[in-house]
């Protein structure tokens, strides 16, 4: 069924589109949030051994774990970044000793290096309120195990909180991407190797569809999320994959398809479709100046309308 472009149908498409955005996000968003906290635990619990309770915050114990520099980070007042932990230590950032545990090669070596300095901004910043049995010595045995389950609970939730927000945005990204490939697959295209430059149109064969291509514009090259050869016009159609979770956003996220559209268009003129695919809190203010370009809009909880293009 073709996009009904009355005033009645586009808002209904854009009200259904906002449920569609919603229902994800608060499903998803939560499974990723319970399985960063729960990670997040257990790497609580090992920096309580190696650290005695946030007794001792050594290079001993970074050394043994380097993981457990994740933790700490979020134990600080203010919680810090990995990039800009890594600048105060003189590296670009502290992921790489946070993903997984390090204690051969290179970066072994650099961790022994930075440790001590590690050690120093750690127990300087270290959020005392958080960690309270580090003030006191009067507290019984359960006082400190209830404690500890706060102040677990404190770190874990605020790990968890910027994992999952981070998580969910790959997710989302993916999911969306992901589901109009399937539309294309359904429709007798085949997928090429990603990461290429399309220059000419010649760069892909008619029934061919690509994903995260560089495209070449009148002025400069620019990422498309997904590309496709049309089989039977032969043209090309460059899409971009937008989805909004938050209503202010569009107005940028829309601006940067209208600006890539116009650069590319300039390039390949005719030969070329724009295309976008829309999800999420759009006003329709924006989904207007996209359809004033002439390019094809895709609804993603209305993937069928992505084949019907694709297979006709």
């Known amino acids: 069924m073709p996009l009904d472009l009355t005033q009645t149908g586009k808002e209904n498409d854009i009200r259904v589109s906002e449920d569609f955005e919603t229902r994800l996000f608060f499903h998803r968003a939560k499974e990723l949030y319970d399985v960063s906290e729960k990670q997040g635990e257990d790497l609580f619990d090992v920096t309580m051994t190696l650290t005695k309770g946030f007794s001792n915050i050594s290079t001993s114990a970074i050394l ?9 980070r979020y134990s600080l007042v203010p919680v810090i ?10 590296l670009n950032t502290t992921g790489d000793f946070e993903d997984a545990a390090v204690v051969t090669g290179t ?3 650099t961790l022994a290096r930075i440790a001590s300095r590690l050690v120093e901004i750690f127990n300087r910043q270290l959020d005392a309120q958080r960690f309270i049995w580090l003030q006191r010595s009067d507290m019984t045995k359960r006082e400190v195990d209830i404690a500890v389950q ?5 770190t874990c939730s605020l790990i968890a909180n910027q994992n999952s927000a981070t998580d969910f945005r790959n997710w989302r990204k993916e999911l969306q991407e992901t589901t109009m490939v399937n539309e294309a697959v359904k429709a007798g295209y085949i997928s090429v190797p990603t990461r290429r430059t399309i220059s000419h149109i010649e760069d892909l064969l008619p029934g061919q569809f690509s994903r995260e291509c560089r495209v070449q514009g009148a002025t400069d090259i620019e ?11 032969k043209q090309l159609v460059l899409i971009e994959a937008k989805a909004i979770g938050v209503r202010v956003d569009a107005f940028k996220r ?17 030969k070329a479709i724009m295309g976008t695919i829309l999800s999420g809190f759009i006003p329709l203010s924006q989904y207007d100046t996209l359809l004033a370009t002439n390019s094809q809009v895709f609804w993603e909880h209305r993937p069928q309308d992505f084949f019907d293009f694709l297979d006709e």
């Open 64 to 72: 043994q774990d380097s993981r457990i520099i994740k933790v700490l």
């Open 81 to 90: 970044s990995q990039m800009k932990l890594g600048q105060l230590v003189g």
């Open 107 to 109: 970066k072994a070596h």
């Open 150 to 154: 706060y102040a677990k609970k404190w």
């Open 223 to 233: 990422k498309a999320d997904i590309v496709v050869r049309l089989k039977k016009s």
């Open 254 to 270: 829309i601006k940067e398809c209208r600006e890539k559209f116009s650069n590319w268009q300039e390039h390949f003129g005719s």
